[in-house]
């Protein structure tokens, strides 16, 4: 079983729909939660971050932390066809080393 | 004015040969990462290296080694490719962040596909 989980997809979904993707964990010691969104054939930039548990919003993406249920979710409000890409979540204890989830590839159809 | 920089973006060899990976950060970053993220997306990392510390992810094979001539780069050495090496190979960079209260973005190069014939 794998350190972080996450559905590989994909999903579609009509522009101007809330998405909502999500990750789950069996370490308790992950202390920041990262979202990164990949285009095809790019490199993954980073979204946002969390750090323990709580809510985070920027914009169109709001991000969830539910440490207790070792669980965390980014909904994008008013999809865009831009928004089309694989997003990872990714996560982090001691150190700098990051474990990511396998992405959810992401279709917005205009 | 690229952040992190990869070379070659493309590599096709043969089983058994050694390769390299060049990797450059102009972002004077301290810490340099590899990543392998294979067919299905999973993306795991290799290396965490500054100038002070290399930690290695015991899963890699020791034929993997990173090589740092300065900061600004961490070039990755590969000896007898197999099959199973294919796969997108990323670099990527970030200041410090080994404390656990701290956070510190790490920025990723575009990619080299590696495949192995």
């Known amino acids: 079983q794998k350190e972080v989980e996450q559905d590989p997809g994909p999903l579609s979904v009509p522009e101007g729909a809330i998405v909502s993707l999500n990750c789950t964990y069996s370490n308790s010691a992950f202390q920041y939660f990262m979202w990164y969104r990949q285009y095809s054939r790019k490199g993954p930039e980073l979204l946002m971050y969390t750090y323990s548990s709580g809510n985070k919003e920027d914009g169109r993406f709001t991000a969830q932390v539910d440490k207790s249920s070792k669980y965390i979710s980014l909904f994008i409000r008013d999809s865009q066809p831009s928004d089309s890409a694989t997003y990872l979540c990714?996560?982090?204890?001691?150190?700098?080393?990051?474990?990511f989830g396998g992405g959810t590839r992401l279709m917005v159809k205009p | 004015d690229t952040a992190v920089s990869q070379t070659p973006k493309y590599l096709v060899t043969q089983m058994g040969n050694d390769k390299s990976i060049k990797c450059e950060q102009n972002?004077?970053?301290?810490?340099m990462y590899w990543y392998k993220q294979d067919s299905k997306k999973f993306l795991k990392i290799m290396f965490s290296?500054?100038?002070?510390?290399?930690?290695i992810n015991e899963t890699v094979p020791n034929r993997f080694s990173p090589k740092s001539p300065d900061k600004a780069h961490l070039n990755l050495h590969i000896n007898s490719l197999e099959l199973g090496d294919s796969a997108v190979y990323f670099c990527a960079s970030s200041q410090g962040g080994r404390g656990r209260a701290t956070y510190n973005e790490q920025f990723f190069g575009p990619g080299t596909r590696l495949t192995v014939l």
């Open positions: 990714a996560m982090r204890s001691a150190g700098n080393m990051l474990t």
């Open positions: 290296y500054n100038n002070k510390e290399l930690i």
């Open positions: 972002l004077g970053h301290d810490t």
